[in-house]
C-alpha cells in the first residue's frame, strides 16, 4: 500500500516517505509490513500493521470568511456595544490554529477594539456629526502567516443633538385692529443631527396666556393672527415658542408682542346703565354742588380723554371737564318733585366716540315739625327678676312730616346708671340689659328723646319713672362662713353653746328667718331656738362616745320660693377624767427559767383610756401585791426580774398590779400576773432550712421583708433571739426572724449565716438566697394565667412544679425557660379603671415567660398565649382548678384611643413595693404588677387618650443659656445638651 509514498528497505526494515507529506490532505496511514527469512527448504514470513500519524507544521495561513465585511451602529451605542463579529478558518490544528486579532489601519482615534473572539466593538464614544463612516483594517495572524480583511462601520445617527433657535427673543409691536391671518413674525431653528432624518426635522409650537388667538404654522414657524385682537382686554402677549425635533429635542424663544391703541371703545359712565339718582334740598342755594359724573375710556392716549356736556336745561349745568352738575335756578318741590337731565361723554379720539347718562334729580322736603311724645310722663312697675330683652313698656312719638323727617329715632338720655336700660332706636320699646336688683336701688327715672331723620333733626323728650318690685332672690347670709367652739363633755342641760345668726338682703316680705338644726346631730345632744338661733345642750355628753359634732345649721326666709343657707357648727369636747385606765388583758401569766439573770423580761403590760390627754396616757404600772420577796419590778411597762430564782424553794408567784392614768383626779384598774419558774434550758434551738427566691424588677430591688427564719427548741418555754453572722448592713434580722433587705439588691446567688440563741445555747445555719433580675423585655412577652380559688402558698407549694413539668414535656423546653416571674392574688392585677370587671379576690395571678428552645431569646407573648391555650386542658388537670389567660386587655376596651393612636396592652410594675410570700420553708419575693392599657398616639398627638396635638418641648427654651435643647422621642420631653 501506498507504495508512492513510503518504502522500506529490506534489509534493514526502516520505513522512509518518498514524497513530502500533507497533514491537510491526509492525516493517517496504515501499512502492512511482511517479514520472510531465507530458509533453504521451506520459507517462513510474518506480517505486522504500521500505523503513521502526521503530525502538523504551521503551514497553513488563517483565512478570513469575507474580504470585506459592512455594518452599522448608532452614534449613541456604549462603549463595549459590539458592532460586528469576523471569522477565520486555519486548516493547521492546535497551537498552530490559535489566531490573534488587530486593528492594523484606519482606528486613529482608538474607537473601535477587537477581542480575541473576533468581535469588533466600540472602545470609546461615537458622533456621526464629526464621522459617518469607518474603514478598518483586522489583521489576522497565527504565529508564523497572517491575513488581513476591511471592515467599514457606518455610523448612524441618534437624537443627540438639541435644535438651536435663531434668536432668544422676538419683539415686534403690531395695532389692535389687525384683520385675522395677519403675519406678526416668524422663528427659526436649525438642528444638527443627519439632515433629512426625523432627528433633525423641527416643528413649532407657542404657549402662554391669549395664545388661542395666533395660530403658529407647525413647519415654517410662521405666527399669524388667528382672532381679531382687543388691546382693552390684552395689551401685550408673552408667548414661550418651542422647536422640537422628531425625538422630541427642544429649544425656547421668547415672543414679545405689544398691541398699540386704535380709538374703538366709547366712554363708559361708572353708574350702573347710564342713570345717576341723588337727592337735593328744595331749600338748595344757586351754584350748589348736585352731583358728579364720571366715565371712563380704555383707550389709551388723546382716544381716552373724556369732556362732559349737558342737554340745555334752565335750572343745571355741568363742567366740561370735571363732569360737575352744578344748580343755576331755585327749586321748588311743589311743582317739580324729580328733575331728569341727559349728560354726554365724549372722548377726543379721531373719530370721536359719545355716549349718553340720565342724572335724576329728586327734590326733598324740608324738616320744619318737631315730634310729639304721646305722654309727657311714663310711670312703669317692674318686677326686678323681670328677664333681660323682654318689653317693659313702649314710647311712641309721631311728627307732622313725611319721609325721613317724620321717621324717629329713640335714645336715653339721662338716668340710666351702669346700662340697665336699652330702648329700641327704631320703635321705642324699653327692656332691660342688665338684671335689677331691688336690694341695689328701688327705683329709677329716665329722660328719652325722640329725634326726626330731618335735616337739621328736630327732638323732644320724656320723663319715664321705673318702680322696681322686690323678688325673692337673696339667699340668708351667716355672720361667718364657719363656727367652732370647745365645750367641755360635762357641761350642764340647758347650757348655751352659740348663737348663729342670718341676714337677708330682700325686702320685709322675703326677709324674715327661722333657725334649724339639719344635721349632724343625729342624737339630739343639742337644741337651737328657730328665732333667736342660740343653740343649748339638750342631752348629756360623753366625749369617749362622740368627741367632736359638725351641726348644720339651716336658715330660711319667708319668700316665695323659699331660700335657705346652711352653716357648720364645730362643737370639740374637751375631756374630763371620767374614765379608769383598762388592762388590754384581764388577767397575765409568765414563765422564767431558773437560770435567768436579774433584768429578764417576762412580760410587757398594756393598757388603755378611753379618756383624751392629759387624762389618759402616760400610764404609771406598780406591783401592789405578791412582790414581798422583791423579786419582781415595773420598768416602761415591762415586768423584770431582779435576781434569779430557785424553783426547789418556790415555783409560783401570783401578783396583783394596777395601772395609774395621768388626769386629775388619777384613776387606776387592776389585773393579776402568774409567773411560773421553770428548770433551765436543756436543749440547743435547731434552725430550720429556708430557702429565700427574689424577682427583682429591673435591678430596681425597693428593699424590705424578704422571709422569716424558724428554729424548733425542745424546751417549749425558750425565747428564741435571732441575729445575723454574715452580710451585715445588707440584710438584717429581728429578734423573731424576720429577714429585711435593703434597697438596690444587686442580682446573684448569697449564703446568710444566722444564730439563734436561746438563753443558753446558740445554734449557727445557713439561708440559700437568690436574685434574679426580671427584665422588661420579660414582661413584654408575659402572660398571665389566673388560677380559680387559689392561694399564692397553694400554687407555690404545692402546684409549681406540676405546672412547669406540663409545660416541659409538651413544649419540649428546659425547666429553666420557663420563667415565673410574679405571683399575686388577681385583684392586685387590674388597674382601678378597670375594676369593673368581675374578679374574685380568691383567684391567683402568675405572671409566666417562656425562652425558646435552645435559645437565649424568649417566646412572643402571642406566640405563648397561644401555646399555654392549646395546654389548658393539661394545665387544669395537673393544678386541679379552672384557668383563663390573660394577655390583651385592648381586646375588651372599645377603641379607647380614637383615630389618634391604637391600644396596646402593657404591665406596670409597681418599684416601690414588693410582695412577699412566706412560706414554712421558702419565701417567694416578687414585684407588684398592673395589666393596664396604653394608646400609642400616631405622630402629630400626644396624651392618655391621644387627644392632644403634640407641642414642641423646645417652644419656649426650657433650658439654661448654655444649653441647647432637642426634642426627644416621646413628643413632651426633651434634652438639654451643652
Not at 323681670?386 to 336715653?412: F, Q
Request: with cysteine; net charge negative.
Amino acid at each position: 500500500m501506498y507504495p508512492h509514498l513510503f518504502m522500506i528497505e529490506s534489509e534493514t526494515g526502516w520505513i522512509k516517505n518518498l514524497v513530502k507529506l500533507d497533514r491537510e490532505t491526509v492525516d493517517y496511514y496504515e501499512l502492512e509490513v511482511i517479514a520472510k527469512n531465507k530458509g533453504k527448504n521451506v520459507k517462513l514470513s510474518g506480517t505486522a500493521v504500521v500505523k503513521i500519524n502526521i503530525t502538523d507544521e504551521n503551514d497553513e495561513p488563517p483565512k478570513f470568511s469575507q474580504d470585506v465585511y459592512r455594518d452599522s451602529v448608532s452614534e449613541d451605542k456604549l462603549p463595549g456595544t459590539i458592532v460586528t463579529t469576523i471569522s477565520t478558518t486555519d486548516r493547521d490544528t492546535g497551537k498552530n490554529a490559535q489566531v490573534t486579532y488587530y486593528i492594523s489601519q484606519g482606528n486613529d482615534l482608538g474607537q473601535f477594539s477587537i477581542n480575541k473572539e473576533g468581535q469588533v466593538y466600540i472602545y470609546s464614544s461615537l458622533d456621526r456629526e464629526d464621522r459617518s463612516t469607518y474603514e478598518l483594517q483586522v489583521t489576522a495572524t497565527d504565529g508564523a502567516f497572517i491575513s488581513r480583511a476591511r471592515v467599514i462601520v457606518t455610523i448612524t445617527d441618534a437624537n443627540d443633538n438639541d435644535p438651536i433657535c435663531d434668536s432668544p427673543v422676538y419683539p415686534t409691536i403690531m395695532p389692535e385692529n389687525v384683520a385675522a391671518g395677519t403675519y406678526v413674525i416668524q422663528v427659526h431653528a436649525k438642528d444638527n443631527d443627519e439632515r433629512g432624518s426625523p432627528n433633525s426635522r423641527v416643528q413649532y409650537t407657542i404657549e402662554g396666556k391669549g395664545s388661542h388667538l395666533f395660530n403658529m404654522h407647525a413647519s415654517s414657524g410662521i405666527l399669524t393672527t388667528e382672532k381679531k385682537l382687543d388691546r382693552e382686554t390684552m395689551s401685550e402677549f408673552h408667548f414661550v415658542t418651542k422647536a422640537i425635533d422628531g425625538g422630541g429635542r427642544y429649544c425656547t424663544s421668547d415672543i414679545y408682542i405689544d398691541l398699540t391703541d386704535v380709538n374703538d371703545c366709547p366712554p363708559k359712565f361708572n353708574e350702573d346703565n347710564g342713570s345717576i339718582n341723588v337727592s337735593v334740598s328744595e331749600a338748595a342755594q344757586t351754584n350748589m354742588l348736585v352731583t358728579r359724573v364720571t366715565a371712563v375710556d380704555s383707550d389709551v392716549g388723546m382716544n381716552r380723554k373724556v369732556r362732559y356736556d349737558i342737554k340745555k336745561n334752565s335750572l343745571f349745568d355741568i363742567d366740561k371737564i370735571s363732569g360737575i352738575i352744578m344748580l343755576t335756578g331755585k327749586l321748588d318741590r311743589e311743582q317739580v318733585e324729580t328733575h331728569h337731565i341727559t349728560v354726554y361723554a365724549i372722548d377726543q379720539g379721531n373719530p370721536r366716540l359719545t355716549s349718553t347718562g340720565t342724572v335724576n334729580v329728586k327734590v326733598t322736603d324740608i324738616n320744619d315739625n318737631p315730634p310729639q311724645f304721646e305722654r309727657v310722663r311714663y310711670d312703669v312697675m317692674v318686677s326686678e327678676n323681670k328677664p333681660l330683652d323682654v318689653e317693659i313698656e313702649r314710647l311712641i312719638a309721631t311728627s307732622k312730616d313725611t319721609g325721613l323727617n317724620a321717621k324717629m329715632k329713640y335714645t336715653i338720655l339721662t338716668g340710666n346708671r351702669g346700662g340697665l336700660f336699652k330702648i329700641n332706636e327704631q320703635n321705642g320699646a324699653l327692656s332691660l340689659s342688665s338684671s335689677l336688683d331691688y336690694e341695689h336701688n328701688r327705683e329709677y327715672f329716665l329722660t328719652v328723646e325722640a329725634e326726626d331723620s330731618g335735616n337739621p333733626p328736630l327732638s323732644s323728650t320724656a320723663a319715664v319713672r321705673i318702680t322696681v318690685n322686690d323678688w325673692n332672690d337673696n339667699k340668708p347670709v351667716f355672720g361667718q362662713s364657719q363656727y367652732s367652739v370647745i365645750l367641755k363633755e360635762n357641761a350642764l342641760i340647758e347650757k348655751t353653746v352659740q348663737q348663729i345668726q342670718a341676714t337677708d338682703a330682700d325686702g320685709a316680705s322675703n326677709n324674715k328667718i327661722t333657725y334649724s338644726i339639719t344635721g349632724g346631730d343625729d342624737n339630739g345632744h343639742f337644741h337651737i331656738n328657730s328665732t333667736t338661733g342660740i343653740i343649748k345642750v339638750n342631752r348629756a355628753l360623753d366625749l369617749e362616745t362622740i368627741a367632736q359634732y359638725l351641726i348644720e345649721v339651716t336658715a330660711r326666709d319667708n319668700g316665695k320660693p323659699q331660700l335657705s343657707s346652711a352653716v357648720i357648727l364645730n362643737i370639740k369636747l374637751t375631756d374630763y377624767n371620767d374614765n379608769s385606765p383598762r388592762f388590754t388583758k384581764s388577767n397575765y401569766s409568765a414563765v422564767v427559767q431558773e437560770n435567768m439573770d436579774a433584768g429578764f423580761q417576762a412580760l410587757t403590760f398594756s393598757a388603755t383610756d378611753a379618756d383624751l390627754s392629759p387624762n389618759g396616757p402616760p400610764f404609771m404600772y406598780k406591783i401592789f401585791e405578791g412582790n414581798e420577796e422583791k423579786k419582781f419590778t415595773i420598768e416602761n411597762g415591762m415586768l423584770l426580774t431582779t435576781g434569779r430564782f430557785n424553783r426547789q424553794l418556790r415555783d409560783i408567784y401570783h401578783l396583783k398590779v394596777r395601772v395609774y392614768d395621768n388626769g386629775t383626779p388619777i384613776l387606776y384598774s387592776e389585773t393579776e400576773v402568774v409567773v411560773r419558774i421553770i428548770n433551765e434550758s436543756a436543749f440547743a434551738p435547731k434552725l430550720l432550712p429556708l430557702v429565700l427566691n427574689i424577682m427583682s424588677y429591673e435591678d430596681s430591688f425597693p428593699g424590705g421583708i424578704i422571709g422569716r427564719v424558724k428554729a424548733i427548741d425542745r424546751d417549749i418555754y425558750d425565747k428564741q433571739t435571732f441575729d445575723i453572722v454574715s452580710h451585715k448592713g445588707i440584710f438584717n434580722i429581728s429578734e423573731n426572724g424576720t429577714i429585711t433587705a435593703i434597697s438596690g439588691l444587686d442580682d446573684g446567688a448569697y449564703i446568710l449565716n444566722i444564730s439563734v440563741f436561746d438563753g443558753k445555747f446558740t445554734t449557727y445555719g445557713t439561708v440559700r438566697l437568690n436574685v434574679d433580675d426580671v427584665t422588661k423585655e420579660m414582661v413584654n412577652h408575659a402572660v398571665t394565667v389566673r388560677f380559680k380559688n387559689m392561694l399564692p402558698e397553694q400554687f407555690l407549694k404545692t402546684y409549681r412544679e406540676k405546672f412547669i413539668k406540663v409545660i416541659q414535656r409538651v413544649l419540649k423546653v428546659q425547666r429553666a425557660d420557663v420563667l415565673i416571674l410574679a405571683v399575686q392574688p388577681a385583684a392586685a392585677s387590674i388597674s382601678a379603671t378597670r375594676k369593673r370587671r368581675r374578679v374574685s379576690d380568691a383567684d391567683l395571678d402568675v405572671l409566666v415567660a417562656l425562652k425558646k428552645r435552645r435559645s437565649s431569646n424568649l417566646l412572643k407573648r402571642r406566640s405563648l398565649y397561644r401555646k399555654l391555650n392549646n395546654l389548658a386542658p393539661d394545665l387544669e388537670l395537673a393544678v386541679g382548678t379552672d384557668l383563663t389567660l390573660i394577655h390583651d386587655v385592648c381586646e375588651h376596651d372599645k377603641n379607647p384611643c380614637g383615630d389618634n393612636g391604637h391600644c396596646v396592652t402593657d404591665m406596670d410594675f409597681d418599684t416601690r413595693h414588693i410582695n412577699t410570700i412566706i412560706m414554712e420553708n421558702e419565701s417567694f419575693v416578687t414585684g407588684k404588677y398592673t395589666v393596664v392599657s396604653r394608646c400609642k398616639c400616631k405622630e402629630k398627638f400626644m396624651g392618655p387618650k391621644c387627644l392632644k396635638p403634640a407641642r414642641d418641648p423646645c417652644i419656649p427654651n426650657p433650658c439654661p443659656k448654655s444649653t441647647i435643647c432637642h426634642p426627644k422621642k416621646q413628643p413632651w420631653l426633651h434634652l438639654c445638651v451643652p
